[in-house]
């Protein structure tokens, strides 16, 4: 399954939970071309899905990591919570019980 088919899934089960939806692709420091896959821009809540992590993609080989690193750390930085997970974890659904129980937690 490809990423944005995972990533499609994903926003189906955060509708069908009912949480907040969520900006797509958000760009959170606009110095720089990183962007969320998925932003909860009030709570500062985000939430990347990391597609290739079986499979050696780009989240897991070198630059690709480093860049993630720097773009986790800067968003970090700047007060955002950011939620990692891996296309199995969409699929076996313990990315959005995560998710839910984040906005269930007095949010």
């Not at 760009?27 to 500062?44: C, E």
């Not at 079986?54 to 919570?81: I, P, Q």
Request: aromatic share 16%; proline share 2%.
């Amino acid at each position: 399954m490809s990423k944005s088919e995972i990533e499609k899934e994903f926003l189906f089960q955060i509708k069908a939970y009912g949480l907040p939806q969520p900006v797509r692709e958000y760009r959170f420091l606009t110095k720089r071309r990183f962007r969320f896959d998925f932003a909860w821009v009030n709570y500062r809540i985000a939430a990347e899905v990391e597609g290739g992590t079986w499979s050696g993609g780009r989240h897991v080989r070198g630059s690709g990591f480093r860049s993630d690193c720097e773009k986790y750390n800067l968003a970090t930085l700047m007060g955002w919570k950011v939620y990692r997970f891996t296309s199995d974890m969409v699929m076996d659904g313990s990315a959005i019980e995560l998710l839910r129980k984040e906005f269930s937690d007095g949010k």
